[in-house]
């Protein structure tokens, strides 16, 4: 199976998924279908442009004569990832969004290697207020805030 095959299929279920995102979004009411439609969409957008960028790769390796050089997929890394997502979701209600997502990005860019200590930090708070200050303070969206909401009655 070509590496471009694999792409597609990728960007195919993550469309999918998206998909069945916006569908079930769609039973909510408009202030709290906001956001998964939102992320849904971005998630289009990216699998799009992934698909691009493999079918670029994949066709300057055809002109070129060669094999495009992929990387073996770490199945016991993927599947680690794979982990730490569902266990960010499962905490997200119980953490709340802003203890959750912080701690989530954080660990997520150390375990990818993606940034250092103090960048996965900014980018974490710096995430964080943004969404605070869009979808919180902005367009009044209902953000779980779990243990920070028994700070706030207090």
């Given at each position: 199976?070509?590496?471009?095959?694999?792409?597609?299929?990728?960007?195919?279920?993550?469309?999918?998924?998206?998909?069945?995102?916006?569908?079930?979004?769609?039973?909510?009411?408009?202030?709290?279908?906001?956001?998964?439609?939102?992320?849904?969409?971005?998630?289009?957008?990216?699998?799009?442009?992934?698909?691009?960028?493999?079918?670029?790769?994949?066709?300057?390796?055809?002109?070129?004569?060669?094999?495009?050089?992929?990387?073996?997929?770490?199945?016991?890394?993927?599947?680690?990832?794979?982990?730490?997502?569902?266990?960010?979701?499962?905490?997200?209600?119980?953490?709340?969004y802003?203890?959750?997502?912080?701690?989530?990005?954080?660990?997520?860019?150390?375990?990818?290697?993606?940034?250092?200590?103090?960048?996965?930090?900014?980018?974490?708070?710096g995430?964080?207020?943004l969404?605070?200050?869009?979808?919180?303070?902005?367009?009044?969206?209902?953000?779980?805030?779990?243990?920070?909401?028994?700070?706030?009655?207090?």
């Open positions: 199976m070509s590496h471009f095959f694999k792409e597609s299929l990728f960007a195919a279920g993550a469309v999918g998924l998206s998909l069945l995102f916006i569908t079930q979004s769609r039973k909510l009411t408009d202030s709290a279908a906001m956001l998964p439609m939102l992320l849904a969409w971005i998630i289009i957008l990216l699998a799009g442009l992934m698909l691009l960028e493999a079918w670029r790769e994949h066709r300057r390796a055809l002109l070129s004569g060669k094999k495009p050089v992929v990387s073996p997929v770490n199945v016991p890394r993927v599947t680690i990832y794979l982990g730490m997502i569902v266990l960010y979701v499962v905490l997200v209600e119980p953490l709340g802003f203890i959750a997502t912080p701690v989530y990005i954080v660990v997520s860019y150390m375990f990818l290697r993606a940034l250092g200590l103090l960048w996965s930090l900014a980018v974490a708070l995430f964080s207020a969404v605070y200050g869009l979808f919180v303070t902005i367009l009044h969206l209902p953000v779980p805030l779990g243990l920070l909401e028994k700070l706030m009655e207090g």
